[in-house]
C-alpha cells in the first residue's frame, strides 16, 4: 500500500475581483503519509480554505502538481471526484455540515451508507464523544460544540483514509476540546489516516506530526518562538 496520501508541489491559485487578479496560493508544496497528523496556521485570508477545497477536489489550482493516493489529479473527473468523498476523503467544515432534517443517529447512517457501509461504529463513535444523549436530535436542536462532535463522528464512521479539518475543535469549550483532541488523533493512529488540521488553535496544533504556516501563498515550518 502507497503511504503517500497528499503529494502537492507548486500549486497556484488566484481569484478575478473585478478588475483585479488575487493571488492567492503562490507555490505551495505539500506531502502527507498515512499515519501522519499535519496542522497548518495561518491568518484569516492566508488561503487556508482555498487548501482544503483544491484538496478535496471543490476546486482545481491554475498550476502545478497533485497527486491523491497515487493517482495524478489530471486522471480524476467530477465523477472521480465525488467518489473520493464519498468513500475516502472526509472533509469537516467549520459549520459541521450535518443535514438539518435528519436526526444525529440518520445522518450517521446517511454517511456510511454513502461509503458503502452498511455496518458502522457510529454509537460507539457518540459515546466516547460524549453525545450519545443527542442521536435522536435535529442539528438545530444542538449546540455549537455538540453539532462538530457530531460532525467528527460521521466523518469517522465513513472510515475514510484522508480527513481535511477546518477548526475541528473550534466549536468546543476548553475542557471539551481536551477531552475529544485525544480520541481524534488515537483514531488517526489507529486507523492510519492521514489529516489535515487548519486550526488557531497552537495546542491542538502542537499535538500534530508537523506545523506549517500558510504565509504569502506558501506553507513554511512553523515557528513558535517568533509567533509568541
Not at 502538481?65 to 476523503?89: H, K, M, P, V, Y
Not at 468546543?172 to 483532541?181: I, N, P, S
Request: with cysteine; net charge neutral.
Amino acid at each position: 500500500m502507497n503511504d503517500a496520501l497528499i503529494q502537492a508541489q507548486d500549486l497556484s491559485r488566484s481569484y478575478r475581483t473585478g478588475r483585479e487578479q488575487i493571488s492567492v496560493l503562490r507555490g505551495l508544496s505539500l506531502d502527507l503519509r498515512r499515519g501522519e497528523a499535519v496542522a497548518v496556521i495561518g491568518p484569516s485570508g492566508s488561503g487556508k480554505s482555498t487548501l482544503l477545497n483544491l484538496l478535496n477536489g471543490l476546486l482545481a489550482p491554475d498550476s502545478g502538481q497533485l497527486r491523491l493516493f497515487g493517482r495524478d489529479r489530471s486522471q480524476l473527473n467530477d465523477d472521480d471526484w465525488a467518489e473520493l468523498r464519498r468513500t475516502r476523503i472526509a472533509t469537516l467544515f467549520q459549520d459541521g455540515n450535518l443535514i438539518p432534517t435528519l436526526t444525529v443517529a440518520r445522518n450517521i447512517v446517511f454517511r456510511a451508507g454513502l461509503a458503502g457501509l452498511q455496518e458502522h461504529d457510529g454509537e460507539i463513535l457518540l459515546e466516547r464523544l460524549g453525545i450519545a444523549d443527542t442521536a435522536h436530535r435535529y442539528p438545530d436542536q444542538l449546540s455549537g460544540g455538540q453539532r462538530q462532535r457530531a460532525a467528527l463522528a460521521c466523518a469517522f464512521v465513513m472510515r475514510p483514509e484522508l480527513i481535511l479539518a477546518d477548526e475541528p475543535t473550534g466549536s468546543l469549550d476548553y475542557a471539551t476540546a481536551k477531552r475529544v483532541a485525544p480520541l481524534f488523533f488515537d483514531a488517526i493512529r489507529e486507523r492510519a489516516l492521514g489529516a489535515l488540521i487548519v486550526t488557531h488553535n497552537p495546542e491542538l496544533a502542537q499535538r500534530c506530526d508537523q506545523v506549517l504556516e500558510l504565509r504569502e501563498g506558501a506553507l513554511r515550518p512553523w515557528d513558535s518562538a517568533l509567533s509568541s
